[in-house]
């Protein structure tokens, strides 16, 4: 089993609609997050959870919420949907120390239309 | 504040050639600093990382990186290319407590026959 999955895999969606895209961690770590890719762009952070009790924007939190409902998962979800919020979502984990690195989950590939 | 500098959004090179991928960063403190690798519609993997020990750091497929200072760089490196290394590579700087990573805009590799 991989350490991060992420459901769905891919989604098409109209827009107004809400979504959720859910994602759990098998590592045991306290820490998660949700980023953003699109092309050029690289990864930016939407929301991050130092653990269950912790949530915090990150750089484009606008449009998205959160919620941590157990160590091992971590939901983004989109109250009303847009097209300019197309594009791939990644989960990640680290662990509590500043040098141990980010497990990612797949990716869910989100198209708003 | 942090922010990660990745120079040249594409580069080509030809099979069996040196690899060449660029990184600088600003940070306020020492860094701690990775390398990503993403294969087509795959997550994110640990290429390598830099935690202030060595400062060049192996990592995996024959890559390595060098942290130098001075020219606040980390660039990646491989001395000879092999066609499966096509992909995305993702340079991202994290800071220590707050282990938030700020990812660079990413460098598609690709390898000529």
């Known amino acids: 089993d991989a350490d991060v999955t992420q459901t769905p895999r891919n989604r098409i969606t109209k827009t107004g609609k809400r979504i959720m895209l859910e994602c759990s961690q098998t590592?045991?770590?306290?820490?998660m997050y949700w980023y953003r890719q699109d092309p050029g762009l690289g990864l930016r952070l939407i929301y991050y959870s130092f653990d269950v009790k912790d949530i915090n924007k990150g750089e484009i939190s606008d449009g998205y919420s959160v919620s941590r409902q157990a160590q091992a998962k971590f939901s983004l979800s989109l109250e009303s949907a847009i097209p300019n919020q197309t594009a791939l979502y990644f989960c990640?984990?680290?662990?509590?120390?500043?040098?141990?690195?980010?497990?990612f989950g797949q990716g869910t590939r989100l198209t708003v239309v | 504040a942090q922010s990660v500098t990745q120079l040249g959004s594409h580069v080509s090179v030809s099979e069996g050639a040196l690899v060449l991928l660029r990184c600088n960063y600003s940070s306020s403190v020492p860094p701690y600093l990775f390398w990503y690798v993403q294969y087509p519609n795959q997550g994110l993997q640990l290429l390598l990382k830099y935690t202030s020990a060595a400062t060049l750091v192996k990592g995996i497929n024959g890559f390595e990186a060098e942290f130098k200072k001075s020219e606040t760089s980390f660039h990646l490196t491989k001395p000879s290319a092999h066609m499966s290394d096509a992909a995305e590579y993702f340079c991202?700087?994290?800071?220590?407590?707050?282990?938030?990573?700020?990812f660079g805009s990413g460098t598609k590799l690709n390898v000529k026959p």
């Open positions: 991202a700087v994290s800071q220590g407590g707050f282990n938030k990573f700020y």
């Open positions: 990640a984990t680290t662990g509590n120390r500043g040098d141990t690195e980010a497990f």
């Open positions: 590592k045991g770590h306290d820490r």
